[in-house]
């Protein structure tokens, strides 16, 4: 039988997480493989305290861990992630899928990590420690612990853009997603691309990024962007499409947000 262990603070929770000993939040995802009988849960943990603030903060917006998809979308704060948290799940997931298990969350999941990647986020974990979300989503198969909030940069009106591809619309998984932060006006200074479901996790596009950087958001201009979207990527066969279908369609979708920023 499955056993609940509660905690009162997100330390202590942290400190009995385990190999087998698995955290619940929102539950959109370990609940699913609890019902399943997946065979490496042995307990769950829960908080009696889950921070789910969305406030501004020194360096950015903070948004607690325990944060929902629809908190995020009743959140002012954070309107430019409305697009993305929109196209997660339908209202019944969006009440309860939080940011903190998006973090954690396997392909085709995890829409809203690829975002926070783009937007060159800070993970604070359960006792203050903070770190770049590219470290931390490279290390999360093996960290130990608990993230206790995101920082996120305040970003302007047209410079983040999102597109998440469905074969099922209009809440299906992502076959990709892309997200793109263009930081300045006109040309872009020091740009972020992130891609969701070309590889084992979300992943930076670094070569795009660097053609991007200073360059026109034109057709012309966003031509070598678009031949080395692909690069340093490991896009992989499943149900949902092919390798090679995905590097197909990445600069076509990647070229409709960078000239018309659709999401």
């Known amino acids: 039988m499955l056993t609940v262990e509660r905690y009162d603070t997100m330390a202590e929770a942290a400190g009995a997480i385990g190999e087998r000993v698995h955290y619940l939040a929102g539950g959109t995802l370990l609940m699913r493989a609890v019902n399943y009988g997946y065979p490496g849960i042995d307990r769950v943990v829960r908080c009696r305290e889950v921070p789910r603030e969305i406030r501004t903060d020194t360096g950015g917006i903070r948004i607690g861990a325990g944060a929902t998809m629809a908190d995020l979308l009743a959140s002012r704060e954070v309107e430019f992630l409305h697009p993305v948290a929109r196209l997660i799940g339908g209202p019944a997931i969006?009440?309860?899928?939080?940011?903190?298990?998006?973090?954690?969350?396997?392909?085709?999941?995890?829409?809203?990590a690829v975002t926070l990647l783009a937007l060159d986020a800070q993970v604070i974990r359960?006792?203050?420690?903070?770190?770049?979300?590219?470290?931390?989503?490279?290390?999360?198969?093996?960290?130990?612990?608990?993230?206790e909030a995101v920082i996120v940069p305040r970003v302007s009106a047209g410079e983040f853009r999102y597109a998440k591809v469905t074969r099922i619309?209009?809440?299906?998984?992502a076959m990709m997603c892309a997200a793109v932060w263009l930081r300045g006006a006109g040309r872009p200074s020091d740009p972020r691309i992130a891609w969701g479901n070309m590889g084992a996790g979300p992943l930076r596009a670094k070569a795009a990024e660097r053609a991007l950087n200073g360059a026109s958001l034109d057709e012309h201009?966003?031509?070598?962007?678009?031949?080395?979207?692909?690069?340093?990527?490991?896009?992989?066969?499943d149900e949902l499409a092919t390798a090679w279908y995905r590097r197909e369609v990445a600069p076509v979708h990647l070229k409709r947000l960078l000239l018309g920023g659709r999401r």
């Open 94 to 112: 969006r009440n309860m899928a939080t940011l903190g298990g998006n973090l954690f969350a396997r392909s085709p999941y995890g829409d809203l």
């Open 126 to 147: 359960a006792g203050g420690a903070a770190e770049p979300m590219e470290s931390f989503l490279a290390a999360r198969d093996r960290a130990r612990g608990l993230v």
């Open 169 to 173: 619309k209009p809440k299906g998984v």
């Open 221 to 237: 201009g966003i031509a070598p962007v678009l031949a080395a979207c692909c690069d340093g990527l490991d896009p992989q066969d």
